[in-house]
Structure formats: structure tokens, C-alpha cells
């Protein structure tokens, strides 16, 4: 099967910066987008950022101009640099993927486990 595995968060200052990781491993034919979604407390589940397979990516206005999503195709990694980060970025952060895993079977939703990002002094 497939794994996400996150790591990066943590508290950090009224801006200050931090920067997630997710790494997918696993039965991995082909990623067609991987991205990070986040979700406070008594919120929903919201976009941050995606990558798609062609580097072409999409921010929430929420955070554009101060995160940006990096992938590194060869190790099925992708990277959000946080910048200038306020306490409503307070939320925990769930990496996504959309994923192959052989070449006969249909493209599947992976997610991770969840790392929590605390902003405040």
C-alpha cells in the first residue's frame, strides 16, 4: 500500500517559519498531485497548496505570498515552506497525494497522519 509520512511541525512565533515535509513510499506507479490541507479546530478541512505533476501549483489566498509548495519528484517528497506565519495559521496539517499505484488501477486519494503547526508568543 501507500504511506505519507509528515514531519516539520511544531510551535513557532508570530512570524516566524517552518517547513513541512511529506515523503510517499509504497506501491507507487505514478503521483499525480500532492498537497497540504490544514484544518483548525471546530473548522473544516481547507487547501493550503497543491503541486501537480507538471510543478504547475495553487495556493489559498489565506497564504499566498507566504508558503510555497516544492516537490521532490525523485523521492516522491514534497516540501511547505511557511513564511510570516500568524496565529490563524494554527491548524494541523494534513499532507495529500493522488496516486497510481499500479498502471491498470484508477488514481486514489492517500492521506497523512497529521502534524500540528502552533503559532503564538
Known amino acids: 500500500q501507500v504511506q505519507l509520512v509528515e514531519s516539520g511541525g511544531g510551535l513557532v512565533q508570530p512570524g516566524g517559519s517552518l517547513r513541512l515535509s511529506c515523503a510517499a513510499s509504497?506501491?507507487?506507479?505514478?503521483?499525480?498531485?500532492m498537497g497540504w490541507y490544514r484544518q483548525a479546530p471546530g473548522k473544516q478541512r481547507e487547501l493550503s497548496a497543491t503541486i501537480i505533476s507538471d510543478d504547475t501549483t495553487r495556493y489559498s489566498d489565506s497564504v499566498k505570498g507566504r508558503f510555497t509548495i516544492v516537490k521532490d519528484k525523485a523521492n516522491n517528497t514534497v516540501y511547505l515552506q511557511m513564511n510570516s506565519l500568524k496565529p490563524e495559521d494554527t491548524a494541523v496539517y494534513y499532507c495529500?497525494?493522488?496516486?497510481?499505484?499500479?498502471?491498470?488501477?484508477?488514481?486514489?486519494?492517500?492521506w497523512g497522519q497529521g502534524t500540528q503547526v502552533t503559532v503564538s508568543s
Open positions: 509504497g506501491s507507487i506507479f505514478s503521483i499525480s498531485a
Open positions: 495529500n497525494a493522488l496516486i497510481r499505484t499500479t498502471m491498470n488501477n484508477p488514481t486514489q486519494s492517500f
